[in-house]
């Protein structure tokens, strides 16, 4: 059983990520700035905003793995770089390992081609979040050889406008985006939960970005 902090445990990922790692029998905590909804039960819940150092510190005590799925939305518009350059020591220095979640806007749509976000009819709404979660990870792989972290892209078509159902399979990539054989790329919050589980307990991707989907 491992500890799992999960930082933004009540939104779309987080939660999903929650609900799986309690299933799995982990000792799972969410934080984030309110309380859901609909809590899991078996999941601890704590509030508070990680522009509080405090309240960030809190986040990584006592952790075995810290997963980070906060969107750089709302209070953290322009500001979830600087969260996680602070995130990254205090994770290496505890022992613990850091899980980030990013999006599909960074991957390549091919191999050695362009990534997703620099396609032509990428959605200029979504372009500053997909830059932050690309830059996210060149901070992870530019951090201290002492930080233990995985990286992880969803499909293209992850998020709670198409949530999906529960199939208990998936397949991995590396940095190049996943499609079907129609050309779609998908996976559920369910499955998506399911793969970040599977690497917590497995550690197959060390200091790497892997993504997953059908």
């Known amino acids: 059983m491992a500890k799992i902090k999960v930082i933004g445990g009540t939104g779309y990922a987080g939660s999903n990520i929650v609900r799986e790692g309690v299933k799995r029998g982990h000792e799972v905590t969410s934080l984030s700035r309110n309380l859901p909804a609909n809590p899991v039960d078996g999941a601890t819940y704590l509030t508070g ?11 990584v005590a006592d952790a075995d793995v ?4 906060l969107s750089p939305r ?22 613990a390992r850091l899980g980030i979640i ?3 806007g960074s991957l390549q749509v091919a191999p050695g081609g362009p990534l997703v976000m620099d396609t032509p009819g990428f959605p200029a709404e979504i372009l500053p ?3 932050t979660a690309g830059r996210l990870l060149e901070m992870a792989k530019a951090a201290s050889a002492e930080l233990d972290w995985f990286y992880v892209s969803p499909a293209g ?5 198409a949530p999906g159902e529960a199939t208990g399979a998936y397949r991995t990539g ?19 939960g399911l793969a970040v589980i ?9 200091n790497q970005r892997f993504t997953v989907a059908y």
């Open 49 to 59: 905003s990680v522009l509080d150092t405090v309240f960030l510190a809190q986040s």
């Open 66 to 69: 810290v997963i980070e799925a």
């Open 74 to 95: 709302g209070e953290l518009e322009g500001k979830l770089e600087d969260v996680v350059a602070e995130l990254l020591p205090l994770v290496a220095a505890a022992g």
């Open 102 to 104: 990013g999006g599909a």
């Open 129 to 131: 979040e997909s830059r």
């Open 157 to 161: 078509g992850f998020g709670a406008f």
């Open 174 to 192: 590396g940095d190049v985006l996943l499609v079907d054989d129609a050309g779609n790329s998908n996976i559920s919050g369910a499955d998506f």
């Open 198 to 206: 599977d690497e917590v307990e497995s550690a197959a991707h060390r």
